[in-house]
């Protein structure tokens, strides 16, 4: 039941997201709806997702784990390397830098390593739909940036390198605060020692 939840979870989640990729469709839904109406249901429906995913993940860890491959030990190193590139990454989107002109969509970036660090290290199942399918949403949303493109949209200000530095301390911060407290504590599996 929970990895059916789970992907229910996902469909809902990674199918609105990607009605934002169908530029014509999104602009139907705001004529119909509004902009505020289109954004609430955006976000009722996604925030449902969501939480079908955490409940589908926990009740399928809880009752019904399935080991599809067994990762080396190592690759949690690799997994915890790639974690400290999410943290950066994500706070670079909201703290814009140089990193987030290199990157230009940071937070895609931080959503896919973040996907990929737990592809690694996680062999079962679940994991493997959950952590895969957001890293295919990741990627498919990217390719239709790079496609569409939102020329009338205002331009967002970047700043330099005060910016890059401060994403780098956050992003260290954020790192440190999911790798030794909410890891263990929330998700009860510790990232370092075990």
């Known amino acids: 039941m929970g990895l059916f939840i789970l992907v229910l979870g996902l469909a809902v989640f990674i199918g609105v997201h990607l009605v934002t990729t169908q530029r ?43 080991d599809v491959w067994y990762p080396p030990h190592w690759t949690r190193h690799v997994s915890a390397l790639l974690m400290l590139f999410a943290a950066v990454s994500l706070v670079a989107a909201y703290i814009r830098g140089n990193i987030k002109r290199t990157l230009k969509h940071p937070m895609l970036v931080a959503v896919k390593l973040w ?60 790192y440190a605060g999911l790798a030794f407290w909410f890891h263990p504590h929330i998700i009860g599996v510790p990232v370092f020692g075990a």
Request: cysteine-free.
């Open 24 to 66: 014509e469709l999104r602009a139907r839904l705001v004529g119909r709806l509004g902009e505020g109406g289109y954004k609430g249901l955006y976000s009722l429906a996604a925030a449902i997702g969501l939480a079908l995913i955490v409940y589908g993940f926990a009740l399928y860890r809880a009752t019904g784990w399935i």
């Open 115 to 174: 996907a990929l660090a737990h592809l690694v290290s996680n062999g079962d199942l679940g994991s493997i739909l959950l952590f895969g399918g957001l890293l295919a949403w990741a990627v498919v949303d990217r390719i239709s940036l790079k496609r569409r493109g939102d020329p009338d949209g205002p331009p967002i200000p970047t700043r330099g390198l005060a910016n890059d530095a401060a994403a780098v301390v956050v992003g260290l911060a954020l």
